[in-house]
T-cell receptor, first 115, second 114 residues
Framework: NAGVMQNPRHLVRRRGQEARLRCSPMKGHSHVYWYRQLPEEGLKFMVYLQKENIIDESGMPKERFSAEFPKEGPSILRIQQVVRGDSAAYFC?????????????FGEGSRLTVL | GQQLNQSPQSMFIQEGEDVSMNCTSSSIFNTWLWYKQEPGEGPVLLIALYKAGELTSNGRLTAQFGITRKDSFLNISASIPSDVGIYFCAGQVGRAGTASKLTFGTGTRLQVTL
């Protein structure tokens, strides 16, 4: 299965700790998007990255949140000093490099619980 | 910012019934997509629409891209229990060929009873 891979699937952190979520895009994709979903709500855009570049971070909170997509390895969404309000499902999606058709393919998500 | 409103918020239907849901926007989108999400999983793409007025089918699913480019609907015919889930519309400002973020709607939760 060459789909979008996210890990960990579940992560528990105490307030003040750091959370790191990883995303490996589909084979051949170099566009990665991160979304956050609160319970009973839709997906909210956070950030769009290409290899080594942040293209659109208009949905990222100004503090504590950062994202990267290095030349080698997965994309990382990092949340520093987590608070209870950060508890959510974080989804990563990827899209094709060429002949882009608007289709984003999603991973199964990482569910963060902050105690 | 851009906002997509879906209606209805939830639906309870009997197996075999047809379902219709729609999505409206305060601004224009150049691509519309419909996704389905089941509990504990990520959204899965159902249908993509690229031109105003376009009507596209995928099995029992039919979706249309509104002429004003500010709305779309999704129909499911002859519903079955595995249709249960949350259906999201999503819009993209950029045209096909240009990667950009998707803006998601608020979702329609579908329950199917036997």
């Amino acid at each position: 299965n060459a789909g979008v891979m996210q890990n960990p699937r579940h992560l528990v952190r105490r307030r003040g700790q750091e959370a790191r979520l990883r995303c490996s895009p589909m084979k051949g994709h170099s566009h990665v998007y991160w979304y956050r979903q609160l319970p009973e709500e839709g997906l909210k855009f956070m950030v769009y990255l290409q290899k080594e570049n942040i293209i659109d971070e208009s949905g990222m909170p100004k503090e504590r949140f950062s994202a990267e997509f290095p030349k080698e390895g997965p994309s990382i969404l990092r949340i520093q000093q987590v608070v209870r309000g950060d508890s959510a499902a974080y989804f990563c999606a990827s899209s094709a490099n060429r002949g882009y058709t608007g289709e984003l393919f999603f991973g199964e998500g990482s569910r963060l619980t902050v105690l | 910012g851009q906002q997509l409103n879906q209606s209805p918020q939830s639906m309870f239907i009997q197996e075999g019934e047809d379902v219709s849901m729609n999505c409206t926007s305060s601004s224009i989108f150049n691509t519309w997509l419909w996704y389905k999400q089941e509990p504990g999983e990520g959204p899965v793409l159902l249908i993509a629409l690229y031109k105003a007025g376009e009507l596209t089918s995928n099995g029992r699913l039919t979706a249309q891209f509104g002429i004003t480019r500010k709305d779309s609907f999704l129909n499911i015919s002859a519903s079955i229990p595995s249709d249960v889930g949350i259906y999201f519309c999503a819009g993209q400002v950029g045209r096909a060929g240009t990667a950009s973020k998707l803006t998601f709607g608020t979702g329609t939760r579908l329950q199917v009873t036997l």
